[in-house]
């Protein structure tokens, strides 16, 4: 599969990656995704995603706290 930002050949990686469904912001571990070397891009594959929508949907999730560290992006 190729990278639909930049076209490179994307290889498949599994690991943690975040989504953000609705405006939430969810850490999914332990996902086998595609990622792109060139621009970082991830792609996680239509059955993939399709799992983890209906596991949101039944809130089949834990929550936990964590720390991110987070950046103010404004200049000038
Ligand atoms: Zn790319």
């Known amino acids: 599969m190729k990278c ?3 076209h490179n050949e994307m290889v498949q990686k599994k690991g943690e990656i975040d ?3 609705e405006g939430k912001l969810y850490l ?6 595609e990622e792109c070397p060139a621009c970082g891009e991830e792609v996680l594959s239509p059955k993939v ?3 983890l ?3 949101i949907k039944n809130r089949r999730f834990v929550e ?3 720390k991110i ?3 103010d992006g404004t200049y000038g």
């Not at 999914?28 to 995704?33: A, D, E, G, I």
């Open 19 to 21: 989504l953000r469904i």
């Open 53 to 55: 929508f209906e596991k």
């Open 28 to 33: 999914v571990r332990n996902v086998s995704y």
């Open 49 to 51: 995603s399709q799992g």
């Open 4 to 6: 639909a930002a930049c």
């Open 69 to 71: 560290p987070v950046l």
């Open 64 to 66: 936990e706290t964590i």
